[in-house]
C-alpha cells in the first residue's frame, strides 16, 4: 500500500480533490491522509466521502504540537502551511498503521500508477529511509540562479519510513521548520526547502529519487520533449474518467532517454477572471505543453463545477509572502507576467 499525505484548505480544495482523483484512476493501491487547513474544505471532503482516503483537521495537529498555535499568528497562510508539512508526516508515521508515508504537493498530478517509484525505493532498501526529489534545474544562467534561490531539492515527493533514522531525519527538519519558514531567499534558508539540502550533509539512508517521471514541473518541462506515439488526445473531456489517464512519454533532449511521465508539479497556474488562465509553463513548445496542462485543466473545470453548487468559488489571487509589500505583488501583479502567448488558455477549450 502506498501511504501520502497532503494539505490545504478551501481555497486549494479544486487541486486537492484532482490530485486524488489522478491517484484513483491510475491506482487502487494508496491510501492519502488529507489535513484540511479549514472546517469549510474539512465538511466538504467528508461529505464526499473518498474511499481511499483519511480527512484530517489542522486541530489534529496542532492539540499535539503547542508551538504551531503561536507560530500561526506569526507566518503567512502559506508559510505556515510548509511549517506544519513535516508535523503531517509525523503524525501519520504516529497514529496509522503505516510502513511509510509520503508527502505530496496538492497541485501534483499523476499521470500514471507511482508504484515504478516505490519500486525503486524498495530496491535501494536501508539506503532508502528517506526520499527526496531534485528540482532538476538545467545549468543556463536563470536555472543556476534558481538553484540558488529554491534550493537543489524540492518539497512535493517526500518519502519517511517507521526507522528511527527516518525519524530522526523528520524531527530534525520539524524543529527547523519551527524555528524558521518564510518566504525569503537567504543562502542556506527558503520556507521548508532548503533545508533538505542538508538531509544527505547530516544523515544516513537518504535517497534521491532517479525515475524523471517523478518530478516534471516548469522548472524543468524545457529538458523534455514529447516521444513519439504518446496518446494524446486532441479533446480531453473525451477521455472516460473510469480509464487510465493518457500515456504521455517524455524524451530528454540532452540524451535521448524516454520515460512515462508519473506526476506533474502544476506550480504557478494562476487564472485571469473566469475565463482564462496563465499556465506558466515556462516553455514554448505548445504541442509539449497542451498534453500536459489541458487534461489537467479540464479536470479542474469538472472539480470547480461541483464545488460551486456546494457553495465553494475560487479567487484568481494567491501569495505568498509574510511581507506585505511582497504579498502585495504576488496577488496583483505576478498573474500578468506571461512569458509565452500560448501559455494563455481559454478555459472554454475545456469546459
Known amino acids: ?9 478551501s481555497y486549494y480544495l479544486d487541486k486537492g480533490l484532482a490530485l486524488y482523483r ?6 487502487k493501491e494508496f491510501h492519502l491522509y488529507i489535513f484540511c487547513f479549514d472546517e469549510k474544505s474539512r465538511q466538504i471532503l467528508a ?24 507560530l500561526k499568528k506569526e507566518r503567512s ?75 537543489k531539492y524540492c518539497v512535493e515527493f517526500n518519502y519517511f519510513c517507521q526507522s528511527e533514522n527516518s525519524k530522526k531525519v523528520l524531527t530534525w527538519w520539524k524543529e527547523k521548520c519551527f524555528e524558521w519558514c518564510y518566504h525569503i531567499y537567504e543562502a542556506e534558508r527558503m520556507g521548508d526547502q532548503k533545508y533538505l539540502e542538508q538531509f544527505p550533509k547530516w544523515f544516513e539512508g537518504v535517497h534521491e529519487l532517479q525515475h524523471l517521471g517523478g518530478g516534471v514541473a516548469p522548472w524543468n518541462l524545457g529538458q523534455y520533449r514529447l516521444a513519439e506515439g504518446s496518446d494524446i488526445q486532441a479533446d480531453p473531456l473525451q477521455k472516460n474518467a ?29 487564472y485571469l477572471g473566469n475565463d482564462k488562465v496563465n ?9 509539449l505543453k497542451e498534453a500536459i496542462y489541458l487534461p489537467y485543466l479540464a479536470e479542474l473545470e469538472r472539480v470547480r463545477s ?20 511582497i504579498a502585495f505583488a504576488q496577488r496583483n501583479i505576478l498573474q500578468y ?15
Request: proline share 3%; net charge negative.
Open 1 to 9: 500500500m502506498m501511504n501520502f499525505c497532503t494539505l490545504f484548505d
Open 22 to 27: 489522478s491517484l484513483e484512476r491510475v491506482s
Open 47 to 70: 461529505d464526499y466521502a473518498l474511499p481511499h482516503a483519511t480527512i484530517l483537521s489542522h486541530e489534529d495537529i496542532e492539540s499535539e504540537e503547542e508551538k504551531l498555535p503561536v
Open 77 to 151: 497562510k502559506a508559510e505556515y502551511c510548509w511549517t506544519c508539512t513535516p508535523v503531517i508526516i509525523e503524525y501519520v508515521l504516529k497514529h496509522f498503521p503505516v510502513e511509510s508515508c509520503t508527502y505530496i504537493d496538492a497541485d501534483l498530478y499523476f499521470f500514471s500508477d507511482p508504484r515504478v517509484l516505490f519500486d525503486e525505493i524498495a530496491e535501494a532498501g536501508a539506503g532508502a529511509d528517506v526520499v527526496i526529489t531534485e528540482h532538476r534545474f538545467s545549468q543556463s544562467l536563470k536555472d543556476r540562479r534558481l538553484l540558488k534561490r529554491s534550493g
Open 242 to 270: 473510469a480509464q487510465n489517464f493518457l500515456d504521455i512519454r517524455l524524451v530528454t533532449k540532452k540524451d535521448g532517454m524516454e520515460f512515462p511521465l508519473i506526476f506533474y508539479h502544476f506550480q504557478n497556474i494562476r
Open 279 to 287: 499556465i506558466n509553463s515556462c516553455i514554448h513548445d505548445k504541442a
Open 306 to 325: 461541483e464545488l460551486n453548487q456546494r457553495g465553494i468559488t475560487f479567487e484568481g489571487k494567491k501569495s505568498y509572502a509574510s511581507n506585505k509589500w
Open 337 to 351: 507576467k506571461i512569458r509565452s502567448l500560448s501559455d494563455l488558455i481559454e478555459l472554454k477549450r475545456v469546459r
